[in-house]
């Protein structure tokens, strides 16, 4: 049964283990806030998809048949499993807690992230922080990483980012340099300067220039 037949189902069997639990249609309702009749429509409609016949009727009680005792067990173990999940999520508390791995640039790091953790920390005691300062791209899957702040214009293909300030790029000389070779004044003079870039990516050695 492919899913999308199976999921509207679901709910139909919840509703079938409670009305065995109960012994009853009415009562069973009455536990849902639903009514009789409404429930007696959900085990026809389980019964119809299953193809055998799950209860026995009587007027005055209800009784399991043989294919809807093993269906019945099944079932049962899919609402205690529901159950269980939603005991899990119960554990987690409104406060984050835990373990953050952060990628991000060595100088942004340095000089924008660094100033800010010692309040962040203060704020949110039960997080701790691992911040990788490198410059390489990083996988965040094959890497672990949570988050990665980067220096870019858009974010990588299958990722979502966000904004969260604007970085410009300056060429740099020291007066010493800038006396001996002369100041470039188009960055097609740059073919005959020294430079110096961090070469850690390809990109790196491509410098774009803009008016």
Same mark, same amino acid.
Do not use: N, W
């Given at each position: 049964m492919s899913i999308n037949l199976l999921l509207p189902?679901?709910?139909?069997?919840?509703?079938?283990?409670?009305?065995?639990?109960?012994?009853?249609?009415?009562?069973?309702?009455?536990?849902?806030?639903?009514s009789p009749s409404a429930v007696s429509r959900s085990i026809s409609r389980l019964e119809k998809a299953l193809a055998t016949r799950l209860l026995q009727r009587t007027t005055r &009680?209800?009784? @399991?048949?043989?294919?809807?005792?093993?269906?019945? &067990?099944?079932c049962q173990e899919m609402v205690n499993a529901a159950r269980t999940v939603m005991e899990v999520s119960g554990q987690f508390t409104d406060e984050p807690e835990g373990l953050v791995r952060?990628?991000?640039?060595?100088?942004?790091?340095?000089i924008v992230i660094h100033p800010h953790m010692p309040e962040f920390l203060r704020r949110y005691p039960k997080v701790d922080v691992e911040l990788l300062l490198e410059d390489r791209q990083v996988d965040l899957i094959d890497?672990?990483?949570?988050?990665?702040?980067?220096?870019?214009?858009?974010?990588?293909?299958? @990722?979502?980012?966000?904004?969260?300030?604007?970085?410009?790029?300056?060429?740099?000389?020291?007066?010493?340099?800038l006396a001996e070779h002369g100041t470039p004044t188009h960055p097609h003079d740059l073919l005959n300067h020294s430079c110096i870039y961090l070469g850690e990516t390809p990109s790196d050695a491509r410098w774009k220039f803009k008016k």
């Open positions: 189902l679901l709910g139909e069997m919840a509703i079938f283990v409670k009305v065995v639990e109960m012994g009853s249609f009415s009562e069973a309702a009455r536990q849902l806030g639903s &009680k209800l009784r @399991l048949s043989d294919g809807g005792e093993e269906v019945f &067990k099944r952060i990628s991000v640039p060595k100088a942004v790091g340095r890497d672990h990483v949570d988050l990665a702040i980067r220096i870019t214009d858009r974010p990588p293909a299958g @990722l979502v980012g966000r904004r969260l300030l604007t970085i410009d790029h300056l060429l740099c000389a020291t007066p010493q340099y």
